[in-house]
């Protein structure tokens, strides 16, 4: 008998357990879980739209210092990350044999058209005397002249030749055709500065034998490389979906990882009109001046670039959390009384945060919060 009571009870507590968990709780409970939804009233103000891309620091301007001449560097007075200025004395070249042998030659070349230009005058002033006298024709002075002419002509053409061989430096060639033709020896000769600037670079040492860069195109060993760092550029690369909104002239505001907390000023100085695909991705580079009066940027730093597109003003703006798709279309949730409505929206501009709303929507909607709550499992 007590075995029987035991199972009933037993049975009784399984079916109060089933009908928990099957049948939905009391309304009174279900009331109490509920919670109100969450609005945001509609407003227009003024969105700061930018784009925004990581890029790498690059002096405006680097100039590659060769010599005019192939030979052993003898001596160096800079140092790397020294300021320089135009004309001042970096390096000491001593010249190679060939070259010297060739600009010898050019120099004996030149001395013995002075030779002729002298006696083509000399002819000509005795021929001018014996035309005055009576002696020879008219024809014949003037072709003494033309001789003498002729003679100034391959002289200056001879200059240029040496002046050439000389990878027009004037303190060398006014040194070679000054000195005595018979002198012998290696010329040492001083490589300037070509402009004012920050040597970032020395590529040679003392003892090293480099070649000329006036022997062929493009050609030379670069002895250091100068670079005005004053001002620098960021150079970005922008998605082809972004770069109709960019434009030379608009602000940037750029971020260093080296330098952490500081901000700098920039603009958009550049576009490239041709685009660069890598991966299926197409990208245009897009160069950035920034001051750099005080030398606090160096070359190859990391910059964060935010480029100041345009100010929409005076448009409607909601959180991008606001949007729901549904079927293809952009829809909010109005709250209308106790109801909420769903309206279709358009969305004209999109940021990582916020959309532009240009139809749907009025100035005062309240907007329904979408609830990502999780329900109970049953």
Same mark, same amino acid.
């Given at each position: 008998?007590?075995? *029987?009571?035991?199972?009933?009870?037993?049975?009784?507590? &399984?079916?109060?357990?089933?009908?928990?968990?099957?049948?939905?709780?009391?309304?009174?409970?279900?009331?109490?879980?509920?919670?109100?939804?969450?609005?945001?009233?509609?407003?227009?103000?003024?969105?700061?739209?930018?784009?925004?891309?990581t890029? #790498?620091?690059?002096?405006i301007? =680097?100039?590659?210092?060769?010599?005019?001449?192939?030979?052993?560097?003898?001596?160096?007075?800079?140092?790397?990350?020294?300021?320089?200025?135009? $004309?001042?004395? +970096?390096?000491?070249? %001593?010249?190679?044999?060939?070259?010297?042998?060739?600009?010898?030659?050019?120099?004996?070349?030149?001395?013995?058209?002075?030779?002729?230009?002298?006696?083509?005058?000399?002819?000509?002033?005795?021929? $001018?005397?014996?035309?005055?006298?009576?002696?020879?024709?008219?024809?014949?002075l003037?072709?003494?002249?033309?001789?003498?002419?002729?003679?100034?002509?391959?002289?200056?053409?001879?200059?240029?030749? +040496?002046?050439?061989?000389?990878?027009?430096?004037?303190?060398?060639?006014?040194?070679?055709?000054?000195? $005595?033709?018979?002198?012998?020896?290696?010329?040492?000769?001083?490589?300037?500065?070509?402009?004012?600037?920050?040597?970032?670079?020395?590529?040679?040492?003392?003892?090293?034998?480099? =070649?000329?860069?006036?022997?062929?195109?493009g050609? *030379?060993?670069?002895?250091?490389?100068?670079?005005d760092? %004053? %001002?620098?550029? &960021?150079?970005?690369?922008?998605?082809?979906?972004?770069?109709?909104?960019?434009?030379?002239?608009?602000?940037?505001?750029?971020?260093?990882?080296?330098?952490?907390?500081?901000?700098?000023?920039?603009?958009?100085?550049?576009?490239?009109?041709?685009?660069?695909?890598?991966?299926?991705?197409?990208?245009?580079?897009?160069t950035?001046?920034?001051?750099?009066?005080?030398?606090?940027?160096?070359?190859?730093? #990391?910059?964060?670039?935010?480029?100041? #597109?345009?100010?929409? =003003?005076?448009?409607?703006?909601?959180?991008?959390?606001?949007?729901?798709?549904?079927?293809?279309?952009?829809?909010?949730?109005?709250?209308?009384?106790?109801?909420?409505?769903? %309206?279709?929206?358009r969305?004209?501009?999109?940021?990582?945060?916020?959309?532009?709303?240009?139809?749907?929507?009025?100035?005062?909607?309240?907007?329904?919060?979408p609830?990502?709550?999780?329900?109970?499992?049953?």
């Amino acid at each position: 008998m007590k075995r *029987g009571w035991i199972v009933l009870v037993l049975a009784v507590g &399984a079916i109060g357990v089933g009908v928990y968990w099957f049948f939905p709780m009391p309304l009174a409970q279900e009331s109490q879980e509920k919670e109100e939804p969450r609005v945001i009233v509609v407003e227009r103000s003024t969105l700061h739209t930018r784009v925004s891309e990581t890029g #790498t620091l690059v002096p405006i301007r =680097t100039l590659d210092i060769k010599s005019q001449f192939s030979g052993e560097v003898l001596e160096i007075f800079v140092r790397e990350g020294e300021q320089v200025v135009r $004309d001042q004395p +970096l390096m000491v070249i %001593r010249q190679e044999p060939s070259q010297a042998r060739q600009v010898a030659q050019l120099r004996a070349k030149l001395e013995q058209e002075g030779f002729n230009v002298a006696q083509a005058r000399r002819n000509f002033v005795r021929m $001018d005397g014996l035309h005055a006298k009576g002696f020879i024709a008219r024809q014949e002075l003037e072709s003494a002249e033309q001789e003498a002419q002729q003679a100034m002509v391959r002289r200056e053409l001879a200059e240029k030749e +040496l002046l050439l061989a000389l990878g027009g430096n004037q303190e060398l060639f006014q040194r070679y055709i000054s000195q $005595d033709p018979t002198e012998t020896g290696l010329e040492a000769f001083r490589v300037l500065s070509s402009s004012d600037g920050t040597i970032i670079d020395i590529g040679v040492q003392p003892g090293e034998m480099i =070649t000329s860069g006036t022997a062929t195109v493009g050609g *030379g060993t670069v002895l250091m490389k100068l670079a005005d760092l %004053r %001002r620098m550029v &960021a150079q970005a690369k922008i998605n082809e979906v972004s770069i109709h909104r960019v434009r030379t002239g608009q602000p940037v505001m750029i971020r260093l990882d080296a330098i952490p907390g500081a901000e700098f000023e920039g603009v958009v100085t550049a576009i490239a009109p041709q685009g660069e695909k890598e991966e299926s991705i197409v990208t245009y580079e897009v160069t950035i001046e920034i001051d750099n009066t005080d030398l606090s940027l160096r070359p190859m730093m #990391t910059a964060n670039v935010d480029i100041l #597109t345009e100010d929409l =003003t005076d448009v409607i703006v909601v959180p991008l959390e606001i949007l729901q798709s549904e079927q293809g279309d952009d829809v909010v949730y109005v709250q209308e009384g106790s109801d909420q409505v769903r %309206r279709k929206v358009r969305v004209a501009f999109r940021t990582p945060t916020q959309a532009v709303i240009t139809q749907g929507l009025e100035e005062g909607d309240r907007l329904v919060v979408p609830s990502f709550k999780k329900t109970r499992s049953r």
